[in-house]
């Protein structure tokens, strides 16, 4: 096991602290179950000779605005 130095903000230190006394882990416990989250949730990085490509769109049927008030609604607050 390799061992390591990280820094945290107050806040987050202090919060990270209660999370483990909750559960009655370390703050090393803690953060392990917290990077092994951060593994298995991210996707591994893509090998460099693939090359993404936006996922293909749901068929939501046709758009119901005139085009010319595209940008516009496209702006609104909602």
């Known amino acids: 096991m390799i061992k390591t130095q990280i820094q945290l903000p107050?806040?987050?230190?202090?919060?990270?602290?209660?999370?483990?006394?909750?559960?009655e882990w370390?703050?090393?416990e803690t953060f392990?179950?917290?990077?092994?989250?951060?593994?298995?949730?991210?996707?591994?990085?893509?090998?460099?000779?693939e090359t993404w490509a936006l996922p293909p769109a749901?068929?939501?049927?046709?758009?119901?605005a005139p085009p010319e008030r595209w940008t516009e609604i496209a702006h609104e607050d909602l």
Not at 10 to 23: G, I, N, S, T
Not at 32 to 49: F, H, I, N, T, W
């Open 10 to 23: 107050d806040e987050l230190y202090h919060e990270v602290k209660r999370f483990a006394a909750q559960r």
């Open 26 to 28: 370390s703050m090393a």
């Open 32 to 49: 392990r179950r917290g990077a092994e989250r951060l593994m298995s949730v991210y996707p591994k990085e893509p090998d460099s000779e």
């Open 58 to 64: 749901k068929d939501c049927g046709a758009f119901l």
